[in-house]
């Protein structure tokens, strides 16, 4: 079996969820080739798991203070090349395309008659799951930004319908550490994050980013540029997560039992619903600025206990390998079998 994988690179929680696959498919036979859009090419990082792996321009959104700029958004886009990349981009050596919210391997998938299977977080929102925020543009946008034959959707939950687990592979938590906290809030300026940080000097705050604060920090307020190796480290010491309220960070920290607190993006209907999911299992506290008051409150919470979700990319590798593709809803009763949650979610 040969594979086209098609991943989103706007933001990083789509390529997580790739490494996990593309860890259990070099355990088989099946021949795979990554291609990736949304971002420029010198701008991936750490991408040795993808061996020679593709890059298109697609589409993606452009964010500006906190939320969508969509003014901005529509003049990148509208001068994308994506109608000439569909185009061009020959699927004629491939037996499937799997895809995680990519446009051009989806549209490419479409028009050439191979069959495409969606593994994305978007692809839960098909589903009655907590949604908030959500307009006819958005509905718009989930059923047409990236097509597919058959839709695997993952959440922290399965609602009670026929949803995978999230990916997750995270280093072993080595102690959480109550105060030491975690922060990745990359739409966020680097000045209003040491802005929001700096009234609480008996915490040590270790900030990932694309940009240094202009102000010189003072001494618990620890930045770094973005280091994938760094940033497991800390993920496992830290007592909790402030984060936006991208899926894959926050499954992250619910895997390991760390506290969280996001601010949702604005403006990005599926991080709004993130909210909704988190609020509705208590698995989260969120806000709409970065407001000190919240994060003093937040920091003297308890953390949840960890909850260990199993082993997805393997067994949806063998899932694969069996072929019956349209038939999903057993590989997803087993996988939530596996998983003990936490009481106030049986409800």
């Not at 969606?118 to 589903?127: E, F, G, W």
């Not at 939950?157 to 922060?183: D, M």
Request: proline share 5%.
């Amino acid at each position: 079996m040969k594979i086209l994988y098609g991943v989103q690179g706007t933001g990083n929680g789509h390529i997580s969820r790739a490494r996990v696959m593309a860890k259990a498919l070099s355990k088989t036979d099946i021949e795979v080739d990554f291609l990736f859009s949304g971002r420029a090419k010198d701008e991936y990082f750490d991408m040795q798991c993808f061996g020679d792996y593709q890059v298109r321009t697609g589409m993606s959104f452009i964010t500006e203070d906190g939320r969508v700029s969509i003014g901005k958004t529509i003049k990148r886009n509208i001068t994308s090349p994506i109608v000439s990349e569909v185009r061009q981009l020959d699927l004629s050596g491939y037996d499937l395309v799997l895809n995680d919210f990519e446009p051009v391997s989806a549209w490419a998938a479409k028009k050439q008659g191979v069959t495409a299977i969606a593994i994305s977080h978007q692809a839960s929102l098909q589903y009655s799951v907590p949604k908030q925020g959500m307009s006819w543009f958005d509905e718009l946008l989930l059923n047409n930004f990236a097509p597919a034959d058959i839709k695997l959707g993952c959440h922290w939950h399965h609602f009670g319908f026929a949803i995978l687990p999230p990916f997750v592979e995270v280093e072993p938590s080595c102690g959480a550490h109550s105060h030491q906290i975690l922060v990745y809030l990359p739409f966020e300026s680097a000045d209003a994050i040491a802005a929001f940080l700096r009234p609480f000097p008996d915490y040590q705050f270790f900030v990932y980013h694309g940009n240094k604060p202009k102000q010189s920090l003072p001494d618990h307020i620890n930045w770094f540029s973005f280091d994938r190796c760094g940033f497991k480290q800390h993920m496992s010491q830290c007592g909790g997560v402030i984060g936006n309220a991208g899926f894959e960070l926050a499954s992250e920290a619910m895997t390991l039992g760390k506290k969280l607190l996001v601010k949702p993006l604005q403006g990005q209907f599926e991080q709004s619903s993130n909210v909704a999911a988190l609020e509705l299992l208590a698995a989260g506290q969120s806000m709409d600025s970065l407001d000190s008051k919240m994060l003093a409150r937040w920091l003297k919470g308890a953390s949840p206990k960890p909850i260990a979700y199993p082993q997805v990319g393997d067994a949806l590798v063998g899932w694969l390998l069996q072929g019956n593709w349209h038939q999903h809803q057993a590989l997803c009763h087993d996988l939530w079998s596996q998983v003990d949650l936490p009481d106030n979610w049986r409800k």
